[in-house]
């Protein structure tokens, strides 16, 4: 879930129009399992194959991408290393969090409340080593680079942003900004009308930006603040201080200037932790090469593979050619 301090961010919505041309660094992971959670049947069950084997992350990476690569934007994912040890309590909370989940999504089913199942059922997706082999061949066979990182994907992508390799990370959590990234787009992947909750509210989501240097100068803090303040909140690394959320750790580092300061307050693995963020496990993949377009091996991922229809991906690429070309029409055109 990463560290939340939404309450205290200023967000721009951005046009995609103002993206074209830019290299952006995915969080693979976290986009991955947006579409495992929210792309499902009425009843909640993931979409599948006539095999039986889960295709929601395909559908979500060949379609949404398709969408991004149309309008001109270069996408590269970056995928997880190994976590650190310290995430270990976190990641078995979270499995924990999908049994209990899994057992209320079956009750919900027996009772035949689908609305009910489906708020379940999304909370219940898992990530297994296939999924991630075939989510890296497809996006390399539609024309997207994947960085393998060392360990988090966001702290890597973060990293990128800071060399200048890309424009901006992309995650729905706000842990780019504590990793240092001077930019942070949300909703990329996940934009467009969504209907919520048992109400069926319709909410237009829409792409939106995060600068670091403006949240850094209105709340008047370093980054090194920033991170004591998502320490105290509770990160992917500690479970944080009961009772303080994001306006009460603003207040305190502002009162005490560092969490070390801060009188009956003691944070197991603190400069551990801090040092996790401040100084984190990534590498300089050197020059990223954006793979050429393999429309055959997309088809045979998607309908040899897994049965999707064939018509359906092959207007896709088509249109993701043709938005190419006339780009590139453009680019000679503006010579004469």
């Known amino acids: 879930m990463g560290v939340d301090i939404s309450s205290l961010l200023d967000a721009s919505e951005v046009d995609l129009k103002t993206l074209k041309g830019r290299l952006l660094a995915v969080d693979a992971f976290n986009v991955i399992y947006q579409f495992l959670s929210n792309i499902r049947e009425y ?28 309008a001109g934007i270069v996408p590269i994912y970056v995928f997880d290393g ?116 048992r109400t069926g509210r319709v909410v237009e989501v829409k792409p939106e930006m995060i600068t670091n240097d403006d949240v850094l100068r209105k709340l008047g803090i370093t980054r090194e603040q920033l991170v004591d303040m998502g320490i105290l909140i509770g990160t992917d690394f500690n479970d944080g201080i009961k009772g303080i959320g994001p306006k009460k750790a603003y207040q305190m580092i502002k009162k005490y200037g560092s969490l070390r300061n801060i009188p009956n307050i003691t944070i197991e693995n603190y400069e551990e932790i801090r040092d996790i963020f401040l100084n984190p496990d990534v590498v300089d ?35 993701v050619k043709e938005a190419k070309r006339q780009g590139v029409q453009r680019s000679i055109d503006s010579f004469f």
């Open 43 to 70: 009843d909640g069950s993931p979409l599948k194959d006539k095999h039986g084997n889960i295709t929601s992350h395909l559908s979500g990476l060949f379609y949404r991408n398709m969408n991004l690569l149309e």
């Open 82 to 197: 190994k976590p650190p040890a310290l995430k270990d309590k976190t990641i078995k909370e979270r499995i924990a969090l999908k049994e209990k989940a899994e057992e209320e999504y079956r009750l919900s089913l027996a009772m035949g409340d689908y609305e009910k199942a489906k708020s379940f059922a999304s909370r219940t997706s898992r990530l297994t080593a296939e999924m991630i082999s075939e989510s890296k061949e497809l996006l390399i066979s539609i024309g997207i680079a994947v960085v393998e990182a060392p360990s988090e994907g966001e702290a890597e992508a973060s990293y990128l942003c800071r060399l200048g390799a890309v424009y901006s990370a992309v995650s729905q959590d706000y842990d780019s900004l504590l990793f240092g990234s001077p930019r942070l787009i949300r909703n990329l992947t996940i934009s467009g009308k969504r209907r919520y909750g």
């Open 285 to 319: 993949p050197g020059h990223i090469k954006i793979p050429e377009m393999d429309e055959q091996k997309t088809l045979d991922i998607l309908v040899t593979n897994h049965d999707f229809s064939p018509e359906r991906v092959s207007s896709a690429l088509g249109r």
